[in-house]
């Protein structure tokens, strides 16, 4: 399994971005399909899971502005980011877990600074 995220730069405060997450190979499903991130000095923290479609589990920090989804035709989960905040600023990384094993895509940096 291959994931490929990207989407990410430099946004200002109240800017709005969308990530990609492209998975290939042996891919089984979406469901399950998750956003990290981190930011200098922090652990990574969860952001957003896809469960299922129109069903998600988000960070309180990012509940309202940020909506994940799914493509299951190209095998893509989005992330779209609104209202973006400086503390949202960090490298954002995709993550699933199959068979017990878990995969993670390169990671995409995140700038909201005025």
């Known amino acids: 399994v291959q994931l490929q995220a990207s989407g990410g730069g430099l946004v200002q405060p109240g800017g709005s971005l969308r990530l990609s997450c492209a998975a290939s190979g042996n891919i089984f499903t979406l469901d399950g399909m998750t956003w990290y991130r981190q930011a200098p000095g922090k652990q990574r923290e969860l952001v957003a899971r896809?469960?299922?479609?129109?069903?998600?589990h988000y960070a309180e920090s990012v509940e309202g502005r940020f909506a994940i989804s799914g493509d299951r035709a190209k095998n893509v989960v989005y992330l779209e980011m609104n209202y973006l905040k400086p503390e949202d600023t960090a490298v954002y990384y995709c993550?699933?877990?199959?068979?017990?094993?878990?995969?993670w895509g390169q990671g995409t940096q995140v700038t909201v600074s005025s």
């Open positions: 896809f469960i299922d479609d129109g069903i998600a």
């Open positions: 993550n699933v877990v199959q068979l017990g094993f878990a995969y």
